[in-house]
């Protein structure tokens, strides 16, 4: 089963980051239901294997971790690929990345070393906008880059399954796992 690790915003802000990519005049937004913060992507992940790694998951040991954005932001350079709601990567959730990273690499599964770059997905495109959806994207970022997203306190992340197929992917908590919150 294909799977991430991710924390999930509350209500609040999730409500902020839909009126933004609502208002995007380009790409393809995902629905409200599959905003999140990704912690690690596992990728295929074997059925023994995602039982192995909710139990290194759940010795996690870690405080809550405070959320804060940092405007709007592309991914892809000169060929943007993803708009997103950028985080700061405060040591507090670098150090849970690195957690679950490191249960997940106990638990045998092979993971990218990839940097993390805390986001919240806003929008997809197929290919990079061009001509007018470029000059539409430019404007909208004019005004939106610097957008105020509320911050807020994660005190869980989660496993999740997800599902492709027609239209956006369907991702499914598996479970939860509580961060220490005194």
């Known amino acids: 089963m294909r799977c991430f690790l991710a924390i999930t915003p509350p209500d609040p802000v999730l409500d902020r ?14 629905p409200r239901e599959n905003l999140h913060l990704t912690l690690a992507f596992l990728d295929e992940v074997p059925e023994m294997q995602a039982r192995d790694l909710h139990l290194a998951l759940s ?21 943007p690929e993803i708009l997103h709601a950028a985080v700061r990567p405060e040591p507090g959730i670098v150090h849970l990345h690195d957690k679950v990273q490191q249960a997940a690499r106990q638990s045998g599964l092979a993971l990218k070393r990839t940097r993390f770059r805390p986001h919240v997905t806003l929008a997809r495109f197929n290919r990079a906008p061009s001509g007018e959806a470029a000059d539409r994207l430019a404007d909208f ?16 992340f989660s496993l999740y399954q997800s599902e492709l197929g027609h239209g956006p992917a369907r991702h499914s908590e598996l479970a939860r796992y509580e961060l220490q919150t005194a």
């Open 17 to 30: 980051l839909e009126m933004l990519s609502a208002r995007l005049p380009v790409g393809r937004t995902p």
């Open 59 to 79: 010795e996690i040991s870690h405080p809550a971790v405070e959320v804060t954005f940092a405007g709007l932001d592309l991914f892809g350079g000169a060929k």
């Open 141 to 156: 970022l004019r005004a939106n880059a610097l957008a105020e997203i509320p911050g807020f306190r994660a005190e869980s």
